[in-house]
């Protein structure tokens, strides 16, 4: 059972005016067989808390500590970090012109485990893995992310997290961008992976709806980089009904 622990955390990024604070003290612990869903308004800094568990060089951490099983995560370099099990599913998954799918997914399970995987069982595991998510086998021929829809961009980062198999999982807006059928399709790669003991997961979201298909142990409002309400899968209801507005205006 692993256990991610963020205390006190405060992320400031350089502007044209000098630094701003963007993360103001947030504190959260996902331990391993828990989801978390972290939900709020644009601008409230839940990207910059993924970013920043996964080292992000733009972003700067000025006091706060992160830790994996208790191993100081903020000491370690983005590799490392996915070696010790992190993983990010960007919101913006980019393209890399050059690189095969296949390749990109082999070079990155030998530098997570340590050695290659036999080929030949690899080769099927990445088929079946791209099945599951319904992409054509095809697509491990191609660039990564190359001229990929919003939605084959998103079933490609969960063919990476259920090959990786990391620790814990952090998904930035994974729904945004998708039609029905693929945030079906995506939710279900992501309940197969938090379905093994001990997997954790820290969902980042605008909406309700992939709540529908992946359900959360607890809810964190973000607003104006902190946690300003945090409770069970009522508390997404009860934002699906009422929006955010009874905790922005209580920042202000």
Do not use: C
């Amino acid at each position: 059972m692993s256990t991610l622990e963020i205390k006190d955390l405060h992320v400031s990024v350089e502007t044209e005016d000098g630094p701003k604070e963007i993360l103001k003290g947030v504190t959260l612990t996902i331990n391993g067989g828990e989801t978390h869903a972290i939900m709020g308004p644009n601008g409230s800094g839940k990207s910059t808390l993924a970013y920043s568990i996964a080292g992000h060089p733009k972003y700067t951490v000025t006091s706060g500590t992160v830790t994996l099983d208790g191993d100081d995560v903020l000491e370690m370099s983005v590799d490392e970090r996915a070696r010790a099990g992190l993983f990010l599913a960007m919101q913006y998954p980019v393209e890399v012109p050059g690189v095969s799918v296949s390749n990109f997914l082999r070079t990155a399970k030998t530098a997570i485990d340590g050695e290659a995987p036999k080929l030949r069982t690899w080769v099927k595991d990445v088929n079946e893995t791209m099945s599951r998510v319904q992409m054509d086998p095809a697509f491990a021929q191609r660039n990564v992310n190359e001229g990929f829809s919003g939605g084959e961009k998103k079933r490609h980062e969960i063919v990476q997290l259920e090959l990786l198999n990391p620790k814990v999982a952090v998904l930035d807006e994974t729904d945004s961008g998708l039609d029905i059928d693929a945030l079906r399709i995506v939710s279900e790669g992501v309940n197969r992976f938090r379905e093994q003991e001990g997997k954790g997961v820290l969902l980042i979201t605008h909406y309700t709806r992939i709540l529908r298909y992946i359900k959360p142990d607890q809810v964190h409002v973000f607003v104006d980089g902190r946690i300003a309400e945090q409770g069970g899968p009522e508390l997404a209801d009860e934002l699906e009904a009422n929006g955010y507005e009874k905790y922005t205006a209580a920042s202000v």
